[in-house]
């Protein structure tokens, strides 16, 4: 490894080299994430299969099922909620105005 003083570089040339640095960096973790992901999937044809048939992956499909919204705050159209898990405080503050999920459900 090269060994230089870098108390001899202004500021403009540490930030360059940080930069340059950091770049440099991101390349190799890049790079060695593309050289696993080969070897993944060289591995897997080797075997008669592909990369995505052993990690459950179909093309073009998300992995994880996706429940669309069913209710929306009436206040502000961008809030939406699916019905599942926690209640958001527009909710609770809705049924807390005496409203009722039907009041909130999104028109289909």
Known sequence: MNDFDLSDLDLDELKKLHKETAAAIQNYETRRRQEALAAAEAAAKSAGY???DLVGMS???PTKS???PKYRNPNDQDQ???GRGRQPQWVKDA???NKSL???LIAR
Do not use: E, F, M, R
């Open 50 to 52: 592909s990369l995505k």
């Open 59 to 61: 093309a073009g499909k």
């Open 66 to 68: 996706i429940n669309p």
């Open 80 to 82: 939406t909620w699916s």
């Open 95 to 97: 049924l807390a105005a």
């Open 102 to 104: 039907d009041d909130l």
